[in-house]
């Protein structure tokens, strides 16, 4: 069976991502699970004795919303599952690709407010997954 990797985050957006990626799933008969990194590295220049705490809440969060989001997959039918990973994303992303076997990994389309823009995606960070990981990037 084949897996979808869908990198999520939370927000409307995110909910948009994953619907595609139920979509996705149901059309390509795979497994789907679902990936969000608690990336708190933009706090390294606060207070370091906080970081640990917000690591903490941020692996919470991301669980939370994951359960959420494979609630949604498995109600449409779609075999799904969900990772926490902590730390920098592209690296996270990468390693889960690899455990779960991932054919597709599915990236969603940025705010327009976004630091991340989506010529970086398609451009930059795509390729680079695709390199790394041998599966199919798809930015939804």
Request: net charge negative.
């Amino acid at each position: 069976m084949s897996v979808i990797l869908c990198a999520t985050r939370g927000g409307e957006a995110s909910i948009r991502t994953q619907q595609r990626a139920i979509e996705l799933a149901k059309e390509r008969e795979a497994k789907l699970v679902f990936i969000f990194v608690a990336d708190v590295s933009f706090m390294d220049h606060f207070t370091k004795p906080r970081v640990p705490g917000m690591e903490a809440e941020m692996e919470h969060l991301g669980e939370f919303l994951l359960l959420m989001a494979k609630e949604r997959a498995e109600k449409a039918g779609v075999e799904a599952d969900f990772t926490v990973r902590t730390g920098d994303f592209k690296p996270a992303l990468i390693d889960a690709a690899k455990e779960v076997e991932a054919t597709l990994i599915v990236l969603g389309r940025p705010a327009d407010a976004n630091v991340t823009t989506l010529e970086y995606l398609e451009n930059t960070l795509s390729p680079a997954l695709k390199e790394a990981t041998g599966s199919e990037v798809m930015v939804v």
